[in-house]
């Protein structure tokens, strides 16, 4: 599949729970997300980060708009086809059986046929594994590992799925600053290799650093969506998440500093 990845939002409106009786997370969102782009969605608690995620995945009703991947609104797609394309990777998950951590990392690869692994499985599980330092961990149960490391699993199942957008919802709450960092780096290789990521995250510095564009929720209504430079202003973050927000250069790197 050399065809690059283009998805469209336009209008979407959701609401809280997926229900019609929900509040109105936010009003008509527009925004495309082609290949090689780094998406942020940015947001104080209860925004409607995680429900657009979800919404983007497909599993999640708008309240209005359209979600439209090539140029197909989701509704029409088969869920197998959709996994080419998008890989998912919420916030929370469990494990109600045994698994190991490559047979859990494994687990994405191998849609409509789990029985059929193909040949160069163990290989693909391993360097994902060793990318997001899990190699150690390989024949461990899931059930057995701290939270940062399901995290990276979680993560490496993500990405072993192939697809050429990947959502992650959260995907740092649980990781020390050393493998966040290696996440990072590890979505921008696959950026620059001509996949999509669109992260949610609550620390505005490493989105910065993450970032080509973004998306920021107010909370009471307002979403934006554009370029990190218009969108990530210390002004409309100041606005959005209710708190004293300056940018200062440090050592010749942005960095968001939050008065106390
Ligand atoms: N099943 C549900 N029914 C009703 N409301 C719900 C349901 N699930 C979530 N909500 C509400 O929807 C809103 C948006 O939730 P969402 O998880 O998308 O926010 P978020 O921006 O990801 O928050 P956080 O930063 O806390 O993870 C929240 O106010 C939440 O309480």
Same mark, same amino acid.
């Given at each position: 599949m050399?065809v690059?990845?283009?998805?469209?939002l336009?209008?979407v409106s959701?609401?809280?729970g997926?229900?019609a009786a929900g509040?109105?997370?936010?009003?008509p969102?527009?925004l495309?997300?082609?290949?090689?782009?780094r998406?942020v969605?940015l947001?104080?608690?209860?925004?409607?980060?995680?429900?657009?995620?979800s919404a983007m995945?497909?599993v999640?009703?708008?309240n209005?708009?359209e979600?439209?991947?090539?140029?197909r609104?989701?509704?029409?797609?088969?869920?197998?086809?959709?996994?080419?394309w998008?890989?998912?990777?919420?916030?929370?998950?469990?494990d109600?059986?045994?698994?190991?951590?490559?047979e859990t990392?494994?687990?994405a690869?191998?849609?409509?046929?789990?029985?059929?692994a193909?040949?160069d499985?163990?290989?693909?599980?391993?360097?994902?594994?060793a990318e997001? #330092? &899990? $190699?150690?961990? *390989?024949k461990?149960?899931?059930?057995q590992?701290?939270?940062?490391?399901r995290? =990276?699993?979680? !993560?490496a199942t993500?990405?072993?799925q192939?697809?050429?957008?990947?959502?992650?919802d959260?995907?740092?709450s649980?990781?020390?600053l050393?493998?966040?960092?290696?996440l990072?780096r590890a979505?921008?290789?696959?950026?620059e290799?001509?996949?999509a990521?669109?992260?949610s995250?609550?620390d505005?510095n490493?989105?910065w #650093? &993450? $970032?080509?564009? *973004?998306?920021l929720?107010d909370?009471?209504?307002?979403?934006?969506a554009?370029a =990190?430079?218009? !969108?990530?202003s210390?002004r409309?973050?100041?606005q959005?998440?209710g708190?004293s927000?300056?940018?200062?250069?440090?050592?010749?790197?942005t960095?968001?500093?939050v008065?106390?």
């Amino acid at each position: 599949m050399n065809v690059p990845l283009r998805m469209d939002l336009r209008g979407v409106s959701l609401r809280a729970g997926g229900t019609a009786a929900g509040r109105v997370l936010f009003h008509p969102l527009d925004l495309a997300v082609n290949a090689g782009e780094r998406w942020v969605v940015l947001g104080p608690n209860g925004a409607g980060k995680s429900s657009l995620l979800s919404a983007m995945a497909g599993v999640f009703p708008l309240n209005a708009g359209e979600v439209r991947l090539q140029d197909r609104p989701l509704p029409h797609w088969r869920a197998q086809d959709l996994a080419d394309w998008r890989a998912w990777c919420p916030q929370f998950w469990s494990d109600p059986f045994p698994s190991t951590v490559a047979e859990t990392a494994a687990m994405a690869m191998r849609r409509g046929a789990w029985w059929a692994a193909p040949d160069d499985d163990d290989a693909a599980v391993a360097q994902v594994l060793a990318e997001l #330092d &899990l $190699a150690a961990f *390989a024949k461990t149960d899931v059930r057995q590992l701290s939270g940062g490391e399901r995290q =990276r699993v979680a !993560v490496a199942t993500t990405f072993l799925q192939g697809a050429k957008l990947l959502l992650l919802d959260e995907p740092v709450s649980h990781l020390d600053l050393a493998h966040q960092r290696l996440l990072l780096r590890a979505l921008i290789r696959r950026s620059e290799a001509g996949q999509a990521v669109v992260a949610s995250l609550h620390d505005i510095n490493l989105a910065w #650093d &993450l $970032a080509t564009h *973004a998306v920021l929720l107010d909370g009471r209504g307002q979403a934006l969506a554009g370029a =990190r430079e218009e !969108v990530m202003s210390p002004r409309l973050l100041s606005q959005a998440f209710g708190v004293s927000i300056e940018r200062v250069e440090v050592c010749g790197q942005t960095r968001f500093w939050v008065e106390p």
